[in-house]
């Protein structure tokens, strides 16, 4: 196995001819944690992108001198590589955050008023969405309407009482709401600030990729040499 003259993929005890005395046999005394050590090693070529085309195979190490490394060097390695991936996630957990609300906000892009006013009301309700054309309430009620929206914008402040007969009107109308941002000022400056926000943010993500990268240049020829070792020890 370790001299690549052959390598099992699959093996059924049976009584076949040419398969008799063979049996599935135990696992050696260290080869769960040589399988845990293993699947860590992966994870970390998986992370850092680190293969055998790629890794500069440098110079030849003895067995035992390498599974030595694989205790001292790997969980430092595996600490800086996680902490890196963490902070990553993290700051890619926020550009997501930012780009619904961004979506969320883009229908209000035209609303030239504070979207707090829009709610914390007991005995008001306010709605908003998009409808082909504009139209009046068949009650008091305090309105807007855009065309510079696309597919047109209509919000309405009404009484609560009247939300069943106003949404009722309004989908005859073709009206299709939609939700309002719970934010505070108007929607094309929370735009500004969350695409700023976005921005920054993916200008993080971008130094942390780097350093994974030069993390790849360093260990790279370490750990796909780690790998290649406990495949054949497994």
Do not use: W
């Not at 309105?143 to 989908?171: D, Y």
């Not at 939609?178 to 200008?203: C, F, M, Q, W």
């Not at 790279?220 to 054949?232: G, Y």
């Amino acid at each position: 196995y370790r001299y690549n003259i052959f390598h099992i993929e699959d093996f059924v005890e049976q009584d076949a001819e040419g398969c008799e005395g063979f049996r599935i046999g135990k696992p050696m005394p260290n080869a769960s944690k040589t399988s845990g050590d293993l699947l860590r090693i992966r994870s970390i070529e998986n992370i850092l992108g680190a293969n055998a085309d790629n890794a500069d195979r440098g110079a030849l190490q003895k067995a035992d001198a390498l599974h030595k490394s694989i205790g001292d060097s790997l969980p430092e390695i595996e600490k800086e590589v996680n902490s890196l991936v963490a902070k990553r996630n993290d700051l890619e957990s926020k550009v997501r955050d930012c780009d619904q609300k961004l979506a969320d906000l883009e229908a209000f892009r035209a609303f030239p008023f504070d979207l707090s006013l829009l709610s914390g009301y007991e005995g008001f309700a306010a709605i908003a969405g998009h409808i082909p054309a504009d139209v009046e309430l068949p009650f008091d009620c305090e309105k807007f309407f855009t065309k510079e929206s696309e597919g047109n914008l209509l919000v309405a402040v009404i009484p609560r009482s009247k939300v069943g007969e106003a949404e009722t009107f309004l989908s005859e109308k073709g009206f299709v709401s939609v939700a309002i941002p719970k934010e505070t000022g108007e929607a094309k400056a929370r735009i500004e600030g969350y695409t700023h926000e976005k921005n920054s943010l993916s200008d993080e993500i971008a130094k942390i990729n780097e350093q994974i990268a030069q993390l790849n240049a360093k260990h790279a020829s370490f750990i796909v040499a780690c790998d290649e070792l406990l495949t054949a020890d497994v």
